[in-house]
């Protein structure tokens, strides 16, 4: 469908805190961000502009909104867009008051499917190239803990609700598996973050404290592997089309 696109180029990143550079802070127990995420990074080699609109806490509802209104007043060549790990989430101490009760994540698996799907398609109908980004992994172990935090009582009920903490790796792995769904029903480019992780057998180093942010190694392996994927299907957008990296 895209044969040409105009250099430069001008890119959007549509993400939650992955997108934003934010990681977590083990010794302060804070979040920061990291200036030098994976964003700016692949921008040293972006051929043009790119507008970050990644934001902490961003779901898909959230996200998408927002993106439109920036395309109603600009036209972009490529759309990035990172989204699913809130949308997967859920509210953890509500499950820890109530485990027998009927708990849904911040977006349904078919209701985060449905509305990306439909953003890929409103890109490719207004000719703009949409890029999927899938999931980093979760480190579950690590994940529960910060869940629970200090509050030790949660792991209990958190635990009978859940069965076994891996439960927490399954349910994230079906929004993944709803990213890649997505990008081939509507013929869409899409990067493997995911297995950019998985390619290490000590994954978690590459993961903060809390068992979900990239810490800066993190956000550096999704920009290679963001670049990557450029190089192979569209070396143009960059400003070194080779594969020398």
């Known amino acids: 469908m895209y044969t040409t696109v105009p250099v430069p180029c001008s890119a959007v990143v549509c993400g939650d805190s992955i997108a934003a550079g934010v990681l977590f802070d083990e010794k302060s127990r804070r979040y920061t961000k990291d200036e030098n995420g994976f964003v700016h990074t692949l921008q040293m080699e972006w051929n043009g502009s790119i507008l970050n609109l990644g934001k902490f806490g961003n779901t898909i509802g959230r996200a998408l909104p927002r993106l439109q209104r920036h395309l109603d007043k600009e036209t972009?060549?490529?759309?990035?867009?990172?989204?699913?790990?809130?949308?997967?989430?859920?509210?953890?101490?509500?499950?820890?008051?109530?485990?027998?009760?009927?708990h849904t994540p911040a977006t349904p698996v078919e209701e985060f499917e449905r509305l990306l799907g439909a953003a890929v398609e409103d890109l490719h109908a207004r000719e703009i190239i949409p890029v999927l980004c899938t999931l980093p992994p979760v480190d579950v172990e690590r994940y529960f803990k910060?869940?629970?935090?200090?509050?030790?009582?949660?792991?209990?009920?958190?635990?009978?609700?859940?069965?076994?903490?891996?439960?927490?790796?399954?349910?994230?792995?079906?929004?993944?598996?709803?990213i890649l769904?997505?990008?081939?029903?509507?013929?869409?480019?899409?990067?493997?973050?995911?297995?950019a992780f998985l390619a290490y057998p000590d994954f978690p180093r590459f993961i903060c404290a809390d068992g979900i942010h990239p810490n800066h190694e993190g956000q550096a392996l999704i920009a290679r592997a963001l670049e990557w994927?450029?190089?192979i299907r569209r070396p143009d957008l960059l400003k070194t089309p080779d594969l020398v990296h």
């Open 76 to 102: 972009p060549d490529l759309v990035f867009i990172e989204l699913g790990g809130n949308d997967s989430d859920f509210n953890w101490k509500a499950i820890a008051a109530a485990p027998h009760a009927e």
């Open 181 to 195: 769904r997505v990008a081939r029903q509507t013929n869409a480019y899409w990067v493997d973050v995911r297995g």
């Open 146 to 178: 910060h869940i629970c935090g200090d509050d030790t009582w949660m792991m209990e009920p958190l635990l009978e609700w859940l069965g076994n903490v891996t439960h927490i790796y399954w349910w994230h792995e079906r929004y993944n598996a709803a």
């Open 229 to 231: 994927e450029l190089r």
